[in-house]
């Protein structure tokens, strides 16, 4: 039986396809040891910094004490909300001025709760094509039907809520803010024009800038001003926050409806209070001071040529990639091969994703072998 398993791992293997999971010796700043060697780290999303800094977590252990059990040991539902839960929650709904806040897990439990949940039988999902796959997963699992509109195309997704909108009762706009693979950003303001006037409500999963966009680090919708008309807004701790776990904020009715109706939030147990301790922790004291290094760190991501601190190099075949990889290993630099079904077929990249901690400089290497833009020693 086990036959066909392996059938399909060969496969994978032969089309340079196959995941597998890496050792690392270890982890500090922008360093990472890897087959023994110290590699400049372009694959990591703790962009702030904060999830392995030794003073940090130092700082924090001493502050917390003995005060936040390691486990939670139940669901939010049944025994697992301790104070410290509705403290963060509460944080959320003031920084976002939003009515209500729930935490999830995961980004992953987050989305696929809530798309999942969000449409009925009667319900329609538009949702932008690359968005994550969390986000895909639970418009699967949905009674209703989603449709997904070219990505960033508002033309394409106008096209779908004309042919569409009249078919079902309630609609729902979903789109990332900076997209996790391409590091472009969403065309939000147009969006919620489309929201306005198609009448939907309006999802924003902000994953990658929460922590990064925004004077208060609140992400792209912050930077915009348009924070009022996002209906929903999801956010991670465990990429800028160096934590783990995500939260949605919105108004007191659709967070009411994720509680009763979100069934990964339901049926599991509620992260570690000495995690959401730890989220806490970093949005209230150390993410105030993080302004300069994030303006330098998108400044840097800008000369590379992107929107944000996400690059994308898009090399376009799965091997060729790999090789890519490897010649970049050689030249000091840990990435990551982005193959299908992460990224769409015959665009298989490599994603660099900027930590406040890389300097221009460290950059010089990878641009000549990538023919990135070659502008980053000015700084
Ligand atoms: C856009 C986006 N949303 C959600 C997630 C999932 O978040 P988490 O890692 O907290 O499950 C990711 C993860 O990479 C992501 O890129």
New binding site residues.
Partial sequence: MLEQYKQELDALNNNSHLRSIKDFSQKSGKYITFEGKELINLSS?NYLGFADNEEITQEFLDFAGAKYPLGSASARLLTGTLPIYKELELLLCKLFNKESALIFN??????VGITSSIAGKNDVIFSDKL??A??IDGMKLAGGKFFRYQHNDMESLERLLIRERKNFDNAIIVT?SVF?MDGDIADLKKIIELKKKYNCLLYV?E??AFGVFGEKGLGICETLVILPEIDIL?G????SIGS???FAVSNKVLIDYLTNKARSFIFSTALPPISIAFSKWIIENKLPFTLEKRKKMLTLGNKLGSQSHIIPVIIGGNSETEQMCKRLFDAGYFTLPIRPPTVPEGTSRIRISLTTDIEGKDLDKLCTITGLTNKTTQD
């Fill in positions: 999303n995961s980004g992953y439990h987050a989305n968005n994550h969390s986000i990332e996790s999963d994953a990658h999801v991670t701790f465990g990429k783990m776990g995500a």
